[in-house]
């Protein structure tokens, strides 16, 4: 059985195609959010509500050079950025702002 800090890892690698990245810290439980009602039937592949996740924070060992979004066909994403964690919650992350909030007050204390 693969544990959360195996799929993390094992995530980073399918998703940006690197695996210098090293654990730096857990949010202590798991958090679940629900899609939105213009989202259901739509996205998370058209048969879920919502999910429940396992949040870290990753230290990034190498260098932009190491990133490879190819990685899955389609790619998940096409670009990447480096931003404070501070500023997290003021991108577009839409319906999952209160979850970027909760992560980012816990990281910023708990480093």
Not at 42 to 71: C, S, V, Y
Request: glycine residues 8%.
């Amino acid at each position: 059985t693969e544990t959360p800090h195996d799929a993390v890892l094992r995530e980073a690698r399918e998703e940006i195609g690197t695996d210098k990245l090293h654990i730096t810290g857990e949010y202590p439980e798991w958090i679940a959010y629900d899609l939105p009602p213009n989202l259901i039937g739509k996205a998370l592949g058209g048969k879920f509500r919502g999910q429940t996740q396992k949040w870290f924070t990753l230290a990034f060992t190498g260098t932009d050079a190491d990133i490879n979004l190819n990685q899955q066909t389609p790619p998940e994403f096409d670009a990447f950025q480096w931003v404070e964690l501070a500023t997290l919650p003021t991108l577009n992350v839409g319906f999952k702002k209160p979850v970027y909030e909760k992560l980012v007050d816990y990281f910023m204390h708990n480093r």
